[in-house]
C-alpha cells in the first residue's frame, strides 16, 4: 500500500459547486498533514495545514480522522481560480520527510 | 515569511554535462532540505534528504552518484545532476525546513532539460 493515497480525478466541477476529496495514509504515526496547491508548471505552495481538530480558512475546510486514516478537503463555493492540483502532504514522524499524494486535479467549469 | 530561492529556474544542457542547482533559504536556517523531481502530470517523488554537515540520505532507486547533494551551510544545498541524459530532463524542487516550527517552504523549482 503506497504512503499517501489521493483519487488523481480529474473532478470537472461547476462554478459555485462544492467539492471535496480525501487522501488516506498508511502510516498510522504519521504526525504532520498538509493540503498543497500546485498550478501548472508551478512550484506546489501551501494550502493549509490540517490538525485533529479541523480547521477553516474562508471557502476551504480540512479535516483530519486518524482513526480511518484520510484527511479530507472541501471547497464550497468553487471559483475558476481553484482549477489545481491538490496534493495531500504527510510527514512521517522518524525523518520529518514530506511524503506526497499524487494529487487530484480539479477542473472548475464556468 | 520564509523563502527559499532556487537558482536557475530554467536550464538547458548537452548529453554528458553536468549541471548544478542552488537552493537557498533567505530568512532562516535550514537544518534539513529535501530534493523532489516531478515528471509531467505526476506527483512530487523524493529523491534525497540533506541535513547540514552531514550526508545526504537517498531514497531507494536514487543513484547517489549522479544526483550529488552537498549542504554545507544552514543557507544553502546545491543539487548537482552528473553526466546528465534526457531521461533526467524534469522539473526539479527543493524544501527547507529550519526546523517543525517552520514548515515546510519550496523553492520555485529549476526545470531542466537534457538535449
Known amino acids: 500500500r503506497k504512503e499517501v493515497e489521493q483519487d488523481p480525478g480529474p473532478f470537472n466541477v461547476p462554478e459555485g459547486a462544492t467539492v471535496a476529496f480525501n487522501c488516506t495514509y498508511s502510516?498510522?504515526?504519521?504526525?504532520?498533514f498538509f493540503w498543497y496547491r500546485q498550478d501548472c508548471r508551478k512550484e506546489p505552495k501551501l494550502l493549509m495545514s490540517?490538525?485533529?481538530s479541523g480547521n477553516e480558512d474562508g471557502r476551504f475546510t480540512a479535516q483530519l480522522n486518524r482513526a480511518s486514516q484520510y484527511i479530507s478537503l472541501l471547497i464550497r463555493d468553487s471559483k475558476l481560480s481553484d482549477s489545481a492540483t491538490y496534493l495531500c502532504?504527510?510527514?512521517?514522524?522518524?525523518?520529518?520527510?514530506?511524503?506526497f499524494g499524487k494529487g487530484t486535479r480539479l477542473h472548475i467549469l464556468p | 515569511g520564509a523563502v527559499v530561492s532556487q537558482h536557475p529556474s530554467r536550464v538547458i544542457c548537452k548529453s554528458g554535462t553536468s549541471v548544478k542547482i542552488e537552493c537557498r533559504s533567505l530568512?532562516?536556517?535550514?537544518?534539513?532540505m529535501f530534493w523532489y523531481r516531478q515528471f509531467p502530470k505526476k506527483s512530487l517523488m523524493l529523491m534525497a534528504t540533506?541535513?547540514?554537515?552531514?550526508?545526504?540520505?537517498?531514497e531507494q532507486g536514487v543513484e547517489k552518484d549522479k544526483f550529488l547533494i552537498n549542504h554545507a551551510s544552514l543557507t544553502l544545498s546545491t543539487l548537482t545532476v552528473t553526466s546528465a541524459h534526457p531521461e533526467d530532463s524534469s522539473f526539479y524542487i527543493c524544501?527547507?525546513?529550519?526546523?517543525?516550527?517552520?514548515?515546510?517552504?519550496f523553492g520555485s523549482g529549476t526545470r531542466l532539460t537534457v538535449v
Open positions: 524544501s527547507a525546513s529550519g526546523g517543525s516550527s517552520y514548515g515546510y517552504t
Open positions: 490540517v490538525y485533529s
Open positions: 540533506s541535513n547540514e554537515g552531514s550526508k545526504a540520505t537517498y
Open positions: 502532504v504527510v510527514t512521517r514522524d522518524r525523518d520529518d520527510k514530506i511524503i
Open positions: 530568512d532562516f536556517q535550514a537544518t534539513t
Open positions: 502510516n498510522s504515526a504519521s504526525q504532520s
